[in-house]
């Protein structure tokens, strides 16, 4: 199972042709405590590059950029009503999506986790 | 167009040492927060004290006789009764009757001591320099200014400075801490009881040490500043204010006192003195969205059948609150507390409630 991580900060790891998108710790970390995520459902489809969900920290609102192509196959609902465990286990029960990959070759543009690493410095 | 470094405060070293997150502010290289996150200290300053540099605010010095009876002739406050010791909210008005600035002018003694917003010392130095004759105005650059606020701002700071127990609510002295002349204030911006002091800028690194060595106490940043002012329902200059809202709109009559209503005399006196007679068309509302999501500045405020009424200037997420909060301006026939409104977020309508202000209650020493 390998993970790849996007310059937006989300990390994907996929198993055959699903996949499950989070954000990275580092991006939390920024964010700051998270009060509010708004996301898509089950089945909306969505290109490289587009917005597919709003994460609202105290400060301010962020929105999650898709790293490839692909539809939902499921949202995390558990996000909803604890939206700060995005802050405590983003890498982890805080995923945000399992999605089905349209073009499993954008892959190949995102970083494995010493690329991510060197990005995020 | 030149891009010029931040500036420092006299706190920056602390800011760094304290892993404080640093953002330009105002052209202010200033902590939004620290590890601890802007809930954290909220709610810290909430329950107990947290301790804010504030030190990019502008600090200015009237010296003058008659200074005072002259900044009534910029502001719709009452100045000349204003006893020895005590402090007043105040707004510089333009002759629209909008706000330039709103800031804090204090009855000092010999001398009136004035603090305006950071972003707006090089309008309001230059107003108050042109407008007051035979007042030299001075702007002190050698000072830090923190605030220290919270239920547990006197235990915190009276062991080190037994005067501050003495001081009500908007009240101000001089006293030493750790041997050092400060001004002492019991005022502020959270809502909460607490002080602002003016600091020699060589002494304030250790006298916010000593602060914070108080297990009561912890360091917060502007961010949690900006959410614990909202929940108290106090205006942000820039968003909440500006030129074009008068003092009535803003809902801050309270600050205006009866002498200058009646007496006119300011900027702006004919439209103002209109409004406080005959009512504004819009006024600042506290704003409750029904919904988990924020609303924030820019959003559009309609009635519950989507006529458009309006725009919020603050929102966001109220820690103590546990929701979102907002502030805008609304048709005044929809001002009312309990009116139903729609807000317009991403697009889509979202249900909300017109909510007096504050939304929290405010715990002044008085």
């Known amino acids: 199972m390998a993970t790849y991580y996007s310059e937006e900060h989300e990390w994907i790891t996929v198993e055959g042709d699903t996949a499950t998108l989070g954000i990275t710790q580092h991006a939390a970390d920024q964010l700051g405590d998270i009060v509010f995520v708004e996301l898509k459902e089950e089945g909306d489809e969505f290109s490289q590059g587009d917005d597919i969900g709003v994460i609202e920290s105290v400060k301010a609102a962020s929105e999650v950029y898709a790293p490839l192509d692909g539809e939902v196959v499921a949202a995390n609902e558990t996000l909803a009503d604890n939206p700060a465990s995005l802050n405590e286990h983003p890498e982890g029960d805080a995923w945000i999506y399992k999605i089905k990959l349209s073009n499993p070759d954008q892959l190949d543009e995102l970083m494995d986790l010493a690329a991510y690493k060197d990005f995020i410095g | ?366």
């Open chain 2, 1 to 366: 167009m030149t891009t010029q470094a931040p500036r420092r405060t006299p706190l920056y070293d602390l800011h760094i040492e304290l892993g404080g997150k640093m953002v330009d502010f105002a052209g202010w290289d200033m902590p939004v927060q620290y590890p601890l996150g802007i809930m954290g200290e909220h709610k810290h300053c909430r329950a107990k004290a947290a301790l804010f540099d504030v030190s990019h605010m502008g600090q200015v010095l009237l010296h003058g006789e008659t200074a005072a009876a002259q900044m009534e002739t910029l502001c719709p406050q009452a100045f000349t009764a204003l006893p020895e010791g005590k402090a007043r909210y105040a707004l510089f008005t333009n002759e629209d009757g909008g706000i330039l600035d709103d800031l804090i002018v204090s009855n000092a003694g010999d001398h009136l001591f004035v603090v305006v917003n950071a972003a707006l010392r090089d309008q309001d130095i230059p107003l108050m320099q042109n407008a007051l004759k035979d007042v030299t105005v001075t702007e002190v650059t050698d000072h830090a200014l923190i605030a220290l606020q919270g239920p547990a701002a006197e235990s915190v700071l009276a062991p080190i400075c037994p005067a501050a127990a003495d001081l009500t609510f908007m009240q101000t002295t001089t006293a030493e801490i750790l041997d050092t002349r400060c001004r002492i204030s019991r005022l502020g911006y959270t809502g909460e009881d607490g002080y602002e002091i003016s600091i020699p800028e060589d002494k304030a690194i250790e006298i916010a040490r000593a602060l914070l060595a108080h297990e009561d106490c912890e360091a917060a940043g502007l961010g949690a500043r900006d959410s614990l002012r909202m929940e108290a329902g106090l205006c942000l200059y820039g968003n909440d204010i500006s030129q074009a809202v008068t003092p009535v709109e803003a809902g801050l009559t309270w600050a205006i006192q009866k002498r200058r209503r009646t007496e006119g005399g300011f900027p702006g006196a004919d439209k103002i003195q209109d409004q406080l007679q005959n009512g504004a068309a819009r006024k600042l509302v506290g704003i409750r969205p029904a919904g988990r999501a924020p609303a924030r500045a820019g959003v559009e405020i309609q009635t519950a059948d989507g006529t458009a009424i309006g725009e919020i200037t603050s929102g966001g997420f109220g820690p103590t609150v546990n929701g979102p909060i907002a502030m805008g301006y609304v048709a005044s026939d929809h001002a009312e507390p309990g009116t139903e409104i729609t807000l317009i977020i991403r697009g889509k309508p979202q249900p909300a409630t017109i909510h007096p202000l504050p939304f929290v209650q405010q715990n002044y020493k008085r």
